[in-house]
């Protein structure tokens, strides 16, 4: 099974509070949730029909935890070697996560078989948190991973 993961980076403009987190990127469409992390050493290489997913999993913590509430708005980009930006299916570029009062948070990600070309792809994450009204408005915390490169491929 091919897999890749790197650390997000995060900036957060609050004292006494922290994040630290990482995604990871699995071939097989609605595979097990418990897949993580993977190797980021690993060549990925995914078959366009085996679909993939992405975990991203995050923890926040520090005195200041308790009396912050929102949401984390996830987007998900690609871009294709060659061609230029790629489009994900529009229900999987972005994500909205609950506010979660332990501090722990796990999204999964999935992209359906066949629905991207074959190509090589660079896939960047990123994470904001927003307020937790209707228009979610972005707050000083933010991150984002850029994952290497995966070759999606026909067989």
Known sequence: MSSIAASLKFEESFPYFSLNGAVCLVEGHHNDPGTFPGNPYSPCLIQCDQGFCLHIKWHTQGKMLPFLNGKWK?????????????????????????????????????????????????FAVCLTMCSPCEKQIPAPIAGFVELPAVKLYKA
């Open 74 to 122: 996830i987007d998900i980009l690609a871009e294709e070697w060659g061609k230029g930006e790629a489009c994900l299916p529009a229900d999987k570029a972005h994500t909205v996560v609950d506010w979660d009062c332990d501090g722990h948070y796990h999204a999964r990600i999935c992209v359906n078989p066949n629905a991207m070309e074959p190509g090589l792809y660079k």
